[in-house]
């Protein structure tokens, strides 16, 4: 579930009338929007809520204020970009171009969770504190080869390694960086254990969608309710994605993959509405 707070950020982040700004994966540039635009864009969001979160962004600096003609009007900072992006995985290989290195974690201990020896109250605490930092692991991009065994092509930063090093009941016994497949493909690894074809398939509904609402709109003199409805359902959606895409480097990615197409549609199409709502 995505919260009041999250979603008005990407809405700050994303609404521009040039499509170039309007992406905020490459954009620093943020238009002023009102409660109004914001309201719209959620409509099921109490009033009450979305100025609340408005105030705590505001307190976070993540967002400024100012008053213009009687009404306030919000853009989104530096610092408030910052926290947009930290939300995608893929934020991470726009930065920086991948070093082409995969990281292996290997836990030792883990295969001993099922075995008669150890006393019910030690397996408990192993399972208990194993799949805690399984979903860390999941949380970082790693993902589970096999039991026990982990691969991730994101750096291990200096946060990784202290989380990893309290993890002493589980005995880390090493980490791993390589360069090498010396067997089978390394891109339908990729494909296989990331599920990159359900991925795919569902940036091109998504695409799809915006494809439809942006002809909507292109043949619109005025904003109507329908297309509000239909983009602010569409937003929830990309942002959704946006957020469980793993944010694979790109050179790892299957040369069909739809997910900058659809991010292209969507930039595109939140550039025409912001013109559109002005007429």
Same mark, same amino acid.
């Given at each position: 579930m995505s919260s009041t707070r999250d979603l008005v950020l990407f809405f700050l982040a994303t609404t521009a009338k040039k499509q170039e700004e309007a992406d905020v994966f490459s954009s620093t540039v943020f238009p002023y929007l009102t409660y109004a635009q914001l309201s719209w864009r959620l409509p099921n969001v109490p009033q009450s809520t979305l100025r609340g979160a408005v105030a705590t962004l505001q307190r976070e600096s993540l967002i400024s204020t100012v008053q213009r003609g009687g009404s306030a009007h919000m853009r989104l900072t530096s610092v408030g970009r910052e926290a947009v992006l930290v939300q995608f995985p893929r934020s991470v290989f726009l930065k920086k171009k991948w070093d082409e290195r995969w990281r292996i974690l290997i836990f030792r201990g883990v295969r001993e969770f099922g075995?008669?020896?150890?006393?019910?109250?030690?397996?408990?605490?192993?399972?208990?504190?194993?799949?805690?930092?399984?979903?860390?692991?999941?949380?970082?991009?790693?993902?589970?080869?096999?039991?026990?065994?982990y691969a991730t092509p994101f750096p291990i930063d200096d946060r990784m390694i202290s989380t990893l090093a309290k993890a002493k009941k589980l005995k880390l016994?090493?980490?791993?960086?390589?360069?090498?497949?010396?067997?089978?493909?390394?891109?339908?690894?990729?494909?296989?254990?990331? *599920?990159?074809d359900f991925l795919s398939k569902q940036y091109a509904k998504l695409r799809t969608r915006a494809v439809g609402l942006l002809n909507g709109v292109e043949r619109? *003199?005025?904003? *109507?309710?329908?297309?509000?409805?239909?983009?602010?359902?569409l937003s929830t959606h990309i942002y959704q994605m946006l957020k469980s895409d793993p944010g694979l480097p790109a050179q790892l990615l299957p040369d069909d993959f739809q997910a900058e197409k659809c991010w292209s549609t969507y930039t595109a199409l939140s550039a025409s509405l912001d013109t559109l709502e002005e007429k």
């Open positions: 075995q008669d020896y150890l006393d019910k109250e030690k397996k408990a605490g192993l399972s208990q504190e194993y799949r805690a930092l399984r979903g860390t692991l999941s949380t970082w991009g790693f993902m589970s080869l096999t039991r026990g065994v016994l090493i980490g791993l960086e390589t360069r090498r497949f010396l067997f089978g493909d390394e891109k339908e690894f990729v494909r296989q254990s990331w *599920n990159l619109q *003199n005025e904003l *109507n309710d329908s297309i509000k409805h239909q983009f602010s359902l």
